[in-house]
């Protein structure tokens, strides 16, 4: 997660436009703003809360719309891409996907302690999530349903401190013995995420800091040690922000040739952006364009993933309790993105006041959304379990009396509740 402040784009044109834009907002609950859409697009309603201008006639989409919800293929398998809307049915989609995603779970957190948004992380800061954490995991599958964890780590932590050097043995199976405990949890999908803002103690990978040579480095080892395994996926870096989004694109093209060279061919590899990599900001900044240009070494792009994140907030930095916005307009926009360019993306980070009223009406709208547009959101980690003590504002982690675990309540309404609901 951030601590810093950024600016959200805005979702919609000023509400006097006259009509507005491609793929902008054009009506749902409490909207004010223009309803009539440029030519060549039409106001499509997603639910009640949004309605966007998509490509098309409200005629022809009206002749084309499946008459079930079949038409819309969701992931069955984690070793299978999702089969991806095309674009001249992606209007027809926005009504008809009403399937549910394929991962859901939450972040445990504890090795990524003392990392900063300057890319500085003090090791000896680190809490080993250990027992503890695996027992979450454990709990989180068994008794919520849960199928998705993502561990983030410093990448300090993982060489020792020692920049482009090998993987620190001691420090590995640590963090080693975390993964394993993910994976022998039931889990289908366990996130290694490297938890350093595009940074190494201030300086920006390939802009001047570490050359994207130390930065593949580190990948090609953690890829090596996990190419067996097709449920441990790779999350290249968390939350990227400040940089040349064309140059650090080329930064991520190197950790993913690094990766597949090291014989990890069948992983999901999640592929940030800038902006704290916020879900609102990753068309209009550059990073879906920048990142579309990412390929495997055979040129394919698949199960190359975009990671986004997104909290509630006032300035979406996920720093205080009370929620403002549902996002829904935000998740509506990137789900028809996604659909036109037949990509796939997942919300690694989100989260508000565990049992903040305003946050368990709005959580549970936002994932309500990305329920809708399953065959292209894989799915939500919330942020945060492991190592958080139950008083961190978004804290995730449940309360253990005796051998029992209680669930925050929201987790137990909108992490877990808007997964299991579309069982």
Same mark, same amino acid.
Not at 24 to 32: A, D, I, L, M, N
Not at 153 to 168: A, D, F, I, K, R
Not at 286 to 295: D, E, H, N, Q, R
């Given at each position: 997660m951030k601590t810093t402040l950024f600016t959200v784009a805005a979702a919609a044109t000023a509400a006097n436009a006259a009509t507005q834009s491609a793929y902008?907002?054009?009506?749902?609950?409490?909207?004010?703003g223009a309803t009539d859409c440029v030519s060549g697009y039409f106001c499509q309603s997603s639910n009640q809360y949004y309605s966007q201008c998509v490509p098309g006639s409200a005629s022809t989409a009206a002749a084309s719309q499946p008459t079930t919800v079949a038409a819309?293929?969701?992931?069955?398998?984690?070793?299978k891409?999702?089969?991806?809307?095309?674009? &001249?049915?992606?209007?027809?989609?926005?009504?008809?996907?009403?399937?549910?995603v394929a991962y859901a779970g939450v972040n445990i957190a504890g090795f990524d302690f003392g990392c900063g948004t300057d890319g500085t992380c003090t090791t000896s800061s680190v809490d080993p999530p250990g027992t503890a954490g695996i027992n979450q995991?454990?709990? $989180?599958?068994?008794?919520?349903?849960?199928?998705? $964890?993502?561990?983030?780590?410093?990448?300090?932590?993982?060489?020792?401190?020692?920049?482009?050097?090998?993987?620190?043995?001691?420090?590995?199976?640590?963090?080693?013995?975390? +993964?394993?405990?993910?994976?022998?949890?039931? &889990?289908? +999908?366990?996130?290694?995420?490297v938890h350093n803002y595009a940074r190494w103690n201030g300086q920006?990978? !390939?802009?001047?800091g570490p050359t994207n040579a130390q930065f593949a480095s580190l990948w090609s080892q953690l890829a090596t040690k996990y190419k067996s395994n097709s449920k441990v996926a790779f999350g290249v870096m968390n939350e990227p922000h400040d940089l040349t989004i064309g140059t650090w694109a080329t930064t991520v093209q190197a950790a993913v040739t690094a990766i597949r060279q090291a014989g990890a061919t069948s992983q999901k590899i999640l592929l940030p952006g800038t902006d704290y990599t916020s879900a609102a900001n990753f068309i209009d900044n550059?990073? &879906?364009?920048?990142?579309?240009?990412?390929?495997n070494i055979d040129g394919s792009t698949t199960n190359l993933i975009f990671d986004v994140h997104r909290y509630l907030d006032s300035d979406n930095s996920g720093t205080h309790a009370q929620c403002t916005t549902n996002n829904v307009a935000t998740f509506t926009t990137l789900g028809n993105y996604l659909?036109?360019?037949?990509?796939? &993306? +997942?919300?690694?980070?989100?989260?508000?006041?565990?049992s903040d009223s305003s946050c368990l009406t709005m959580v549970c709208q936002e994932l309500d959304t990305l329920n809708t547009y399953s065959d292209v959101f894989l799915g939500w980690t919330g942020?945060?379990?492991? +190592? $958080?003590?139950?008083?961190?504002?978004?804290?995730?982690?449940?309360?253990?009396? !005796?051998?029992?675990?209680?669930?925050q309540p929201l987790v137990k309404q909108c992490i877990a509740g808007k997964f299991k609901a579309q069982k």
């Open positions: 902008g907002q054009c009506g749902g609950q409490g909207y004010t819309v293929k969701t992931t069955t398998s984690a070793s891409p999702t089969t991806v809307a095309s674009a &001249a049915t992606s209007s027809a989609a926005a009504a008809a996907a009403t399937g549910k995991i454990k709990h $989180f599958v068994t008794d919520d349903g849960l199928n998705a $964890f993502r561990l983030p780590v410093g990448w300090q932590y993982l060489v020792n401190n020692q920049l482009g050097g090998t993987l620190n043995s001691a420090n590995l199976a640590n963090y080693d013995s975390l +993964m394993q405990g993910c994976l022998n949890s039931g &889990a289908a +999908m366990c996130i290694l995420d920006v990978i !390939g802009q001047g550059g990073s &879906a364009a920048a990142l579309m240009k990412v390929t659909r036109t360019n037949k990509r796939q &993306a +997942m919300l690694t980070e989100t989260g508000g006041g565990a942020w945060s379990a492991g +190592m $958080f003590d139950t008083s961190y504002v978004l804290t995730e982690t449940p309360t253990l009396s !005796g051998s029992t675990y209680t669930d």
